[in-house]
Nanobody, 127 residues
């Protein structure tokens, strides 16, 4: 079973950039579809971006399109989230998540579809 550990969070000014990374331990990382979610205090956890098993397909929430990029390296067992032009309302704990990707190319966008979660990394965007 894959275990997930996020890193790369921190404090950044409005308009700045951060790169989050999720390292997966265990075998068969390439068989998992991956996602990045975030949760602000008092709010529900929401999808930020998702990527298919091979990395061929991706999906983004509308508010981050053109600013965030999700990518994965199956040789290194990592999935990254490059975040540019950050906004104060994007302050949240960011979580990496995984689920078996039975069909290559499938991207999963619902919270309940993911079965494995990291512990989260805090991103704070200051104005």
């Amino acid at each position: 079973q894959v275990q997930l550990v996020e890193s790369g969070g921190g404090l950044v000014q409005v308009g700045g950039s951060l790169r989050l990374s999720c390292a997966a331990s265990g075998r068969a990382f390439s068989s998992y579809a991956m996602g990045w979610f975030r949760q602000a205090p008092g709010k529900e956890r929401e999808l930020v971006a998702a990527i298919s098993r091979s990395g061929r397909n991706t999906n983004y929430r509308d508010s981050v399109k053109g600013r965030f990029t999700i990518s994965r390296d199956n040789a290194k067992n990592t999935v990254d989230l490059q975040m540019n032009s950050l906004r104060p309302e994007e302050t949240a704990a960011y979580y990496c998540a995984a689920r078996p990707g039975y069909i290559d190319g499938d991207v999963y966008i619902s919270l309940g579809e993911y079965v494995l979660w990291g512990q989260g990394t805090q991103v704070t965007v200051s104005s």
